[in-house]
C-alpha cells in the first residue's frame, strides 16, 4: 500500500533534506504546527520507511575523488548472479537494471584512477558479464538526495 505524504509531510521531508540536523522545535515553528505533531508524523515517516536517517559523506572530503559509471552486458539469464556478485564489491555504491544495449549499471566513487581500474579487474573476474562499458565522471555539477519538491 502506498502511503499518500500531505503538505505536512512534504514539508518535514523538505526541511530534513536541506538540513538533516534540524530541530523538531525549529521544524514545528517552520511548519506552523506544534512539536508533538512533529514528533508523530516524523516516527510514523520512519516506521512507515518513507524517511531513512543516515549521514551523508561528502566524498571528496575523505579523498574520493575519481566516478565512473559502468554498464554491462550479461549472459543470457545470468542478471540476478551478476548482481549478486556486483554486491561484493565494495566501491560499487549504486546498481540498477536499465533497458537497453546494457542491461546493468553501476556507480562508484573511488580514490584514484588505479582503484577504477581495480574495480574493472574485479567486474571482469563475474562470469556472467560479457562486454563492460566504462564512462570516467570528469566533474559532477549535481548530486542530491531530495526527492520530495
Do not use: W
Amino acid at each position: 500500500m502506498i502511503y499518500e505524504l500531505d503538505e505536512l509531510d512534504h514539508g518535514i521531508i523538505k526541511r530534513l533534506s536541506e538540513d538533516g540536523r534540524v530541530s523538531f522545535a525549529e521544524l514545528s515553528k517552520c511548519l506552523h504546527v506544534t512539536e508533538k505533531t512533529i514528533r508523530l508524523r516524523y516516527k510514523n515517516l520512519i516506521d512507515k520507511e518513507i524517511l531513512n536517517v543516515v549521514g551523508i559523506v561528502n566524498p571528496i572530503a575523505v579523498g574520493l575523488k575519481a566516478g565512473a559509471i559502468i554498464q554491462m552486458k550479461v549472459k543470457s539469464r545470468s542478471l540476478q548472479t551478476a548482481i549478486e556478485e556486483l554486491k561484493k564489491i565494495p566501491p560499487i555504491r549504486y546498481i540498477t537494471v536499465t533497458s537497453g544495449e546494457f542491461p546493468l549499471l553501476v556507480q562508484i566513487t573511488v580514490k584514484d584512477q588505479e582503484k577504477i581500474t581495480e574495480v574493472l579487474y574485479a567486474i571482469d573476474e563475474i562470469e556472467a558479464v560479457t562486454d563492460v562499458n566504462t564512462i570516467i565522471q570528469l566533474d559532477v555539477h549535481k548530486n542530491t538526495f531530495e526527492y520530495i519538491h
